[in-house]
């Protein structure tokens, strides 16, 4: 039973530059959330998406949008990067109709370095 | 962003010794969980506890959810070199996000 996986696992980019960040979430999960772990941190929630809609959003600008697809998996795009934006991008799976719903599953992270 | 307040930031401890940290939140909030973070990696669940003054243990770790709903610990019993990371209390109300405390960082001396 495959866990929550994220790819890249590494990446660098530069000021100004867009990046796309992806995630697969564990077997029989309907919901990805996204989060952003600044070192030193605690992650912060920045979207979740069910039903292929954004569901819920933390406090990031729109240059962070999303896109759920019909299989679950997911994706985290990032317009006009900052250095600020340097971090730890988790993302996260839960099944929405499970009394569980609170049960979040990261997967390993996508490093973003941004110079 | 929304953080609970977790306490200590830090410990230095000898391994099998016990250990305890909590979390507080201005907030209730209806599911408390806990993980751990080991360096490069993403947070794993340990407990997730879903009734007030719920008390669950799993191996050496026991966490309860205080009664206010605003508040939950977590102890490592015997702790050993594996216990070794960051740990992170979050709070969940239906509806999506996690709201994390900002860690405590245990190191464990053999």
């Known amino acids: 039973d495959a866990g929550v996986t994220q790819s890249p696992t590494h990446l660098i980019k530069t000021r100004g530059q867009q990046v796309t960040l992806r995630c697969s979430p564990k077997?029989?999960?309907?919901?990805v959330s996204w989060y952003q772990q600044a070192l030193g941190q605690g992650p912060q929630f920045i979207f979740q998406?069910?039903?292929?809609?954004?569901?819920q959003r933390g406090n990031f600008p729109d240059r962070f949008s999303g896109h759920q697809f019909p299989n679950y998996s997911s994706e985290l795009n990032v317009n006009a990067l900052l250095l600020g934006d340097s971090a730890l991008y988790l993302c996260?799976?839960?099944?929405?109709?499970?009394?569980?719903?609170?049960?979040?599953?990261f997967g390993p992270g996508t490093r973003l370095t941004v110079t | 962003g929304q953080q609970l307040n977790q306490s200590p930031q830090s410990m230095f401890i000898q391994e099998g010794e016990d250990v305890s940290m909590n979390c507080t939140s201005s907030?209730?909030?209806?599911?408390w969980l806990w993980y751990k973070q080991d360096p490069g990696e993403g947070p794993v669940l340990l407990i997730a506890?879903?009734?007030?003054?719920e008390l669950t243990s799993n191996g050496r770790l026991t966490a309860q959810f205080g009664i206010t709903r605003k508040d939950s610990f977590l102890n490592i019993s015997a702790s050993i070199p594996s216990d070794v990371g960051i740990y992170f209390c979050?709070?969940?109300?239906?509806?999506?996000?996690?709201?994390f405390g900002q860690g405590t960082e245990l190191s464990v001396k053999p």
């Open positions: 996260a799976s839960s099944r929405i109709t499970s009394d569980r719903s609170g049960e979040q599953y």
């Open positions: 077997s029989g999960h309907d919901t």
């Open positions: 998406y069910y039903e292929e809609e954004e569901r």
């Open positions: 907030s209730i909030f209806n599911t």
């Open positions: 506890l879903y009734k007030a003054g």
């Open positions: 979050a709070g969940h109300n239906q509806g999506g996000k996690l709201i």
